[in-house]
């Protein structure tokens, strides 16, 4: 069993409330998730990095470390993610404080994030503080496991977005499916 996947189950039995998953995304959610990401994205938040598969899929797409900047709540993973990629920046804060540490203007958002276990009011601060930061056009990215759109319909509305379907990754466990969010009008 590798090292990420022995600290994502020990992390999972300790913070389950937390962690929200069976296992780490794999590398194909990976690449499923970073689809359209590049050298030209600009700078990119990651949300929820976990022990880091999103992470490393963004930096294989092209985004230099220095333009990639994680939020991640759990101490373990903080440690692991900032000894496993340098030069990227990690927070050990919560993704609803993402409009305190990204200037605006950030080319892509891509969230590991459990968002359909969060209540509303924190979903709201998440998703809508990630777009005081996305430049206009901006792709929010979320993944989820079941047959429901990871946003819940009347925020999708009050925030002014629109969705797109991505890929479904039958290979994740569970099987996964993408989803894009942009403003409305981009
Ligand atoms: C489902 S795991 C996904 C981890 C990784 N992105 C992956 O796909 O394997 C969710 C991650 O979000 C983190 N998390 C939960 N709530 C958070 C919050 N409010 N802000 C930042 N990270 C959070 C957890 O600690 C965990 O690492």
């Not at 990871?150 to 039958?170: I, M, N, S």
Request: proline content about 9%.
């Amino acid at each position: 069993m590798s090292r990420d996947i022995r600290l994502f189950l020990r992390e999972m039995i300790r913070r389950p409330g937390e962690v929200v998953a069976l296992a780490p995304s794999s590398a194909d959610l990976g690449r499923a998730m970073t689809e359209g990401l590049g050298p030209d994205t600009g700078r990119v938040a990651e949300l929820g990095g976990g022990t880091g598969t999103f992470t490393r899929a963004i930096l294989a797409r092209g985004v230099a470390p220095a333009d990639l900047t994680v939020f991640e709540l759990n101490p373990e993973f903080v440690t692991h993610l900032r000894q496993s990629f340098p030069g990227v920046t990690v927070h050990r804060a919560g993704a609803e404080t993402i409009a305190s540490f990204c200037r605006p203007g950030l080319g892509a958002v891509v969230s590991g994030l459990p968002l359909l276990s969060m209540p509303r009011a924190l979903q709201a601060a998440i998703v809508g503080g990630a777009f005081a930061c996305l430049r206009p056009g901006g792709a929010f990215v979320q993944f989820t496991y079941g047959p429901r759109p990871p946003l819940a319909e009347p925020l999708r509305l009050e925030l002014g977005l629109t969705v797109q379907k991505g890929r479904k990754v039958w290979g994740n466990l569970p099987p996964a499916r993408v989803y894009i969010y942009r403003r409305a009008g981009h």
